[in-house]
């Protein structure tokens, strides 16, 4: 199974693949109380789910850039594949949280709910992307 994260400051988004690497569904999130803690939650969430790969959002610059939030999350990365010992490859996020955002005002959902499913929402679009790349090769 593959794991996507969306890393944030106040929470952490989790989706999983089906067995085959063919679907993502949510997987709930983490709420993120401090870089270290939140890589040492991925990282267990990982292992007990028996995953093979870790899928992190990577937040690049609409011009390609790197920016301090890319810095962040490559540091995070990081720090989650050395407690995991799974490989982590970062991918391109660029409009993930703007795409789950407009799925749901489509959906009308608002409020706490929308808070509480938005990050969930954006890791599942990060590793649907990353899955649908990855047949496409």
Request: hydrophobic letters at 35%; one cysteine or more.
């Amino acid at each position: 199974r593959i794991l996507g994260v969306d890393y944030g400051d106040a929470r952490t988004g989790l989706a999983l693949s089906d067995v085959s690497g063919f679907l993502a569904s949510g997987a709930g999130t983490i709420k993120s109380t401090g870089f270290l803690k939140t890589a040492q939650a991925v990282a267990d969430f990982a292992r007990q789910n028996d995953v093979g790969l870790i899928v992190l959002g990577h937040p690049i610059n609409m011009n390609g850039t790197l920016g301090p939030r890319s810095e962040k999350v490559q540091a995070f990365g990081k720090k989650v594949q050395e407690l995991s010992e799974i490989k982590v490859e970062l991918f391109d996020e660029r409009l993930s949280t703007a795409n789950a955002h407009q799925i749901l005002n489509q959906t009308n959902t608002r409020g706490q709910k929308r808070k509480d499913i938005i990050d969930e929402m954006s890791a599942c679009l990060i590793l649907q992307s990353y899955l649908d790349r990855e047949r496409n090769k």
